[in-house]
């Protein structure tokens, strides 16, 4: 069994927690978080509120740092440099995107294997729809457009740029937006300042992927993907999935696998996410997954501030490279 702890044990640490224990693999040996109140209560006998000693007393081979984004790489580091093997980090990355590339470059100079949990690349819904999309089912993929309500574009934005380079399978070659005004308090705390925004994403070939990122918003998480022989609409609000396809008679309702739901089970996509991790198979969500939404991310701000002018990736530019984005 693999030695493991988590770092941070707010409620997505928990949800995290939870998923852990249903993973035959993983012997979680040490919990750790600042704030010694989130430890009361815990079933597991070992916690910190001190990072370093948790390290060095405990040695775990694998580490779920669950904090709050701008820790993400400090904690990050300090684990590869250890010797932990086995790394899972909580979306973004990090808030620096120079950052998510050192990470990046370290974990492959010292062979650890990181997830981010970018989950929704293990939702079985979506798996089967990008099955559907690498066999030609739809033609050939040409509109993306996903919308979701809340903060912001870099807690929950960033998840929907990733969904659309699943569902792609590349990255973008340039990004256009406009980033909105602050709605809400972020719950978080004040130092976190994330709005949401609009967000173009091309692909080769004049393919696109519109989100809508929108605070002010109320309704569901909701996908809608386009090609050139079909259309597919998937509602995570009420689990509603819908297919039409071209026919000689125009469009018709494609059939679906029987009970087909579109069900946002975080726990359980943090258990897939896992397994994938401490396996030796290939990992859908990688650290490159990651380091992607953290260089559309800071893209999108500088397009908003330069005119909404697209922003040609990869990222070069030295201040964009350290910019810092305050969210979580």
């Known amino acids: ?35 010694v109140e989130a430890l009361y209560g815990v079933s ?13 007393e405990q040695r775990p081979e694998c580490v779920i740092i669950s904090t709050n984004g701008p820790s993400h790489y400090v904690l990050a580091m300090e684990a590869i440099k250890v010797g932990v093997k086995y790394l899972l980090v909580s979306k973004p990355l990090t808030c620096r995107l120079a950052e998510a590339i050192k990470l990046f470059e370290m974990a492959r100079k010292n062979s650890v294997r990181v997830a981010v949990d970018h989950g929704l690349r293990y939702d079985t819904t979506f798996e089967y729809v990008s099955g559907l999309i690498k066999k030609g089912t739809f033609g050939t993929l040409l509109h993306v457009y996903i919308m979701r309500n809340g903060i912001g574009l870099g807690c929950l934005g960033v998840h929907s740029f990733d969904l659309a380079n699943s569902l792609f399978g590349s990255f ?22 994330d709005p949401g925004g609009t967000v173009i994403l091309k692909y080769p070939n004049g393919r696109r992927a519109i989100i809508e990122q929108s605070e002010a918003a109320t309704g569901s998480f909701f996908t809608e993907i386009h090609g050139t022989k079909g259309k597919l609409q998937l509602d995570s609000k009420t689990g509603r999935v819908v297919g039409q396809i071209k026919s000689d008679q125009g469009l ?4 679906l696998p029987e009970g087909m739901a579109l069900m946002h089970d975080t726990i359980t996509l943090m258990k897939r996410t896992l397994e994938s991790l401490v396996s030796n198979q290939p990992i859908k969500a990688d650290i ?8 559309i991310l800071v893209a999108a701000y500088q397009s908003a501030e330069n005119g909404n ?15 810092f984005l305050p969210v979580t």
């Open 172 to 193: 973008p070659n340039r990004v256009s937006a406009w980033v909105d005004e602050p709605v809400l308090r972020n719950p978080r705390g004040d130092q976190f300042v």
């Open 288 to 295: 490159e997954v990651g380091l992607r939404s953290v260089e």
């Open 44 to 56: 597991i006998d070992r916690v910190y509120t001190d990072y370093s000693k948790m390290l060095s």
């Open 1 to 35: 069994m693999i030695k493991t702890a988590i770092v941070g044990l707010g409620p997505h640490g928990q949800r995290i927690m939870v998923a852990c224990k249903q993973i035959d693999a993983i012997n979680l040996v040490a919990l750790v978080d600042r704030n």
């Open 252 to 255: 018709e309702d494609f059939k």
């Open 309 to 323: 002018v697209p922003v040609s990736l990869p990222v070069t530019d030295e201040k964009e490279l350290n910019r």
